[in-house]
């Protein structure tokens, strides 16, 4: 019966994360009931325990595969690495923070297999130690994700969506794209798994991160002309603001570069926080390296 499962490749990127990796993910992996699956691990320049704890895991766990990044390159790098290494007919993309149910993959398969023309599924996670309540489902994370291999021969991670060393957004970037083609993405509640964000040394520019990261792809398919133009109309908007202590209207926080019109707001509070370095790079991302990234890169870092 076996012969006839779909073979099933999880791929986690981790960076720093012996402990979560301890105590969430290989506990909680080890408890899958479904019974063709290989996991890969992508240490993305762990200078902590990290490669220790998985040097031992190497040692006693079946079909596990370890791979080591020469620096750190980011998570979108390394989940495209560790797909180039991965055999599964389905991926699936797990947090190194997050512990899928026994029967995860087993749903999973399940979907995959009675609808065939599901591409990509979103699974159901339970946030735990975040901002929101606790045990708290969502969905459309990429805590849990997956994909059929034949989606990611020809869809790959965008390693250009690394601002603040942050990879907020990929994802949904990477969804995106792959909905556009006319490809079935679905959620599925029962795929489930729980979340429990651990400390990350990037968190605190997360959101400033995903937001550049969403700015670097709406600039994509836009136009430079307009962005430059954003730049000079937050001038008078930053001072409106000052002057009237009212909020942005709706009107620029729908805009397509809400974050280039907001950009000399923001720069005075960077600065009136003593936040100087903060301002200088969001200033060199805005004007120079998501225009230059946008029109000009390539989606994908090779390895």
């Known amino acids: 019966m076996n012969m006839k499962l779909p073979f ?45 704890f998985l040097k031992t895991c190497e040692d006693k766990t079946e079909n596990f595969h370890l791979l080591r990044n020469d620096r750190n390159r980011g998570a979108s790098f390394s989940r495209n690495r560790g797909v180039d290494h991965a055999k599964g007919d389905i991926i699936v993309f797990i ?17 995959y297999t009675e609808e065939p023309d599901v591409m990509v599924i979103w699974g159901c996670i339970y946030q735990y130690n975040g901002s929101g309540s606790q045990g708290t489902p ?22 250009n969506l690394r601002y603040f060393q942050t990879p907020a957004c990929d994802e949904h970037e990477l969804a995106r794209r792959i909905q556009k083609q006319g490809l079935k993405i679905i959620k599925c509640e029962k795929v489930q798994a729980n979340h429990f964000h651990a400390p990350a040394e990037n968190r605190k ?18 136009s430079i002309s307009e962005y430059y133009s954003c730049f000079i109309l937050g001038f008078p908007l930053a001072l409106k603001r000052l002057l009237t202590k009212s909020e942005f209207d709706e009107r ?50 090779k390895h």
Not at 207 to 215: A, E, M, P, S
């Open 138 to 159: 969502t969905s459309g994370t990429g805590s849990l994700w997956s994909m059929r291999r034949a989606v990611f021969d020809r869809f790959r991670f965008d390693t």
């Open 95 to 111: 947090d190194d923070d997050v512990s899928p149910f026994p029967d995860c993959l087993d749903e999973l398969v399940k979907v």
């Open 205 to 222: 520019y997360r959101g400033l991160g995903g937001d550049l990261n969403h700015l670097y792809e709406k600039l994509q398919s836009g």
């Open 252 to 301: 620029v926080r729908q805009h397509r570069y809400k974050s280039v019109l907001y950009t000399p707001y923001r720069l005075l509070v960077f600065i009136k926080q003593g936040q100087f370095s903060i301002a200088a790079k969001w200033l060199f991302y805005i004007l120079i390296d998501i225009p230059l990234r946008a029109k000009t890169k390539t989606l994908v870092e």
């Open 8 to 52: 099933v490749s999880i791929v986690i990127s981790t960076f720093n994360r012996a402990s979560s990796l301890r105590s969430y993910s290989f506990p909680a992996i080890a408890k899958l009931t479904y019974p063709k699956y290989e996991i890969i691990v992508v240490d993305d320049g762990s200078t902590d325990d990290t490669q220790n």
